[in-house]
Nanobody, 128 residues
Framework: QLQLVESGGGLVQPGGSLRLSCAAS????????VGWFRQTPGKEREGVSC????????YYADSVKGRFTISFDNAKNTVYLQMNSLEFEDTAVYSC?????????????????????WGQGTQVTVSS
């Protein structure tokens, strides 16, 4: 089965950290652009961070620059999102997606576009 599976979400206090994982199953992420997106009820989906598997180019939304880091592990066919200094406003369902064409900026700034694969999402809640 071809799919992306996220994990690592949870409840964390403000200022805390979480690391999300996005593992590809049934296919390799070689030559894909992979991105993390988040959505809260009543708001549009937002592109958080994207990475190109082929050259490592990254993109970050202004709201997470300096706090979040995206990376990948070739051997594990997995993309990670390290989230530090979490804020209340980071609370959302985080989903990963993979797209075979397009730049990291194009992917992250157009979250409504059709992606090749989507994960099921993982909840991140920042609360005291």
């Amino acid at each position: 089965q071809l799919q992306l599976v996220e994990s690592g979400g949870g409840l964390v206090q403000p200022g805390g950290s979480l690391r999300l994982s996005c593992a590809a199953s049934g296919f390799t992420l070689d030559y894909y652009t992979v991105g993390w997106f988040r959505q809260t009820p009543g708001k549009e989906r937002e592109g958080v961070s994207c990475i190109s598997w082929s050259d490592g180019t990254t993109y970050y939304a202004d709201s997470v620059k300096g706090r979040f880091t995206i990376s990948f592990d070739n051997a594990k066919n997995t993309v990670y999102l390290q989230m530090n200094s979490l804020e209340f406003e980071d609370t959302a369902v985080y989903s990963c997606a993979a797209e075979g064409i397009g730049t990291v900026q194009a992917m992250c700034t157009n979250p409504g576009r059709v992606m090749d694969y989507w994960g099921q999402g993982t909840q991140v809640t920042v609360s005291s």
